[in-house]
């Protein structure tokens, strides 16, 4: 059974914020609308494409707040290309209207696409970065206009393993999570005298909508489980939990790290045996 599986108990850390997760339709931004929600935060569900997956969200946060005994009516749906400027502008504002204040920006929109290096199409190669990097930074940028006004605030990145571990045949990729790496470290040590925390979540293997190729195959699961020092993929909720710590005041003194949730991936497996010595 998966830690994921099991009846745990829900601290109330996030009681009275007020928190924006991009592409919070499927996967690992649901899974943190829904954490955050649990621990008492207001919700804002951004989203691109289906509006049916977002009104899914929207339930699982209700139904999230209701059971933690918190207000369910101030979530909010938010549709925006993260990618477009003037759709994320509109996004704050349509936000900052309703709320009067933001607390928290969950960056985590993102996709990929495999490709090899050397016939990537340009157009791929544009579009994953605009999503992936340019949309973090779009966003971040209308965040901490509003929090420089409060003098405090909070961004947390979801970044990837492949910040720091090469993937090759996924390069634009790669290259947006490197990206987000050094935007979190530059933007921390920027703001960090004005009371605005910059973090990062780095997951592994998860079992979301994004790595449906393995997930649901037998023999391609092994494989990737394989490689996994803890021997097995991760369930979105327990990355979640990452989030929402960094999210609270237990995390105060923590800006400008990027937590890698990843099951020891980056511990390098393949030299549990000392084979190179």
Known sequence: MQPSERSVQI?????GQFALIT???????RAVAVRF???????????????????????????????????AGRHLLLP?????????KAM???????????DCLVNN?????PSASESLDIASYRRIIEVNLTGAVLCAQQALAHFVTRSRGNIINCSSVHQLIPKPGY???????GGIANLTRTLALEFARRGIRVNAVAPGAVETPLN???????????????????????????????????????????????????GGLTLFNEFRENWSS
């Not at 592409?23 to 931004?29: C, V």
């Not at 929600?37 to 209700?62: K, P």
């Open 109 to 113: 929109a993102g996709i990929q696409a």
């Open 80 to 88: 925006a290309d993260v990618s477009v400027e003037t759709e994320v």
């Open 171 to 177: 390069l634009a990729y790669s290259i947006s999570k």
């Open 23 to 29: 592409g919070a339709s499927q996967g690992i931004g």
């Open 212 to 262: 449906a190729a393995w997930t649901g195959d037998r023999e391609k699961r092994a494989v990737v489980e394989a490689h996994i020092p803890l021997g097995r993929a991760a369930g979105a909720d327990e990355i979640a939990a990452v989030f929402a710590f960094l999210a609270s005041d237990e995390a105060a003194y923590i800006t400008g790290q990027t937590i890698y949730a990843c």
């Open 92 to 102: 704050f504002e349509t936000l900052l209207a309703r709320w009067g204040r933001l």
């Open 37 to 71: 929600a649990r621990e008492g935060a207001s919700v804002a569900i951004n989203y691109v494409g289906s509006n049916a997956a977002a009104q899914e969200t929207l339930a699982l946060v209700t139904a999230a707040s209701v059971q933690g005994g918190y207000d």
């Open 11 to 15: 601290p109330a850390r996030l009681a």
